[in-house]
């Protein structure tokens, strides 16, 4: 993930949670091997890539977005690019482990 603005992020990998302070343009990645649930604080402040798919920007300004990626759910790891960001309903497909 990319922070196109300053924003907190939280990232609740496999159960543990941890919150950062991203400056813009500040870079982060993370693997979990189970469950990934990411959240920000304001939608459209990070540039989010999982597993290689570009999400873009996912959420809309001012509002906080979160998701949860997870193997047990293949469902849920996105195969497509930025497109699948702005869809209700995941993609499907993918069975690796969530990365960011």
């Known amino acids: 993930m990319t922070a196109l603005k300053d924003v907190e992020v939280t990232v609740t990998i496999d159960g543990n949670t941890q ?13 979990a091997d189970s469950t990934l649930m990411v959240r920000f604080a ?3 402040t990070v540039q989010l890539t999982v597993n290689g798919a570009n999400l873009c920007s996912p959420g809309k300004a ?10 047990e759910t293949p469902s849920s790891i996105p195969t497509s690019s930025c497109a699948a960001a702005s869809t209700s309903s995941p993609s499907r497909g993918a069975t690796s482990s969530p990365s960011l």
């Open 62 to 71: 001012g509002q906080p977005w979160q998701r949860t990626f997870s193997n």
């Open 42 to 44: 304001q939608g459209g």
């Open 19 to 31: 919150t950062y302070s991203l400056l813009r343009d500040e870079e982060r990645s993370f693997h």
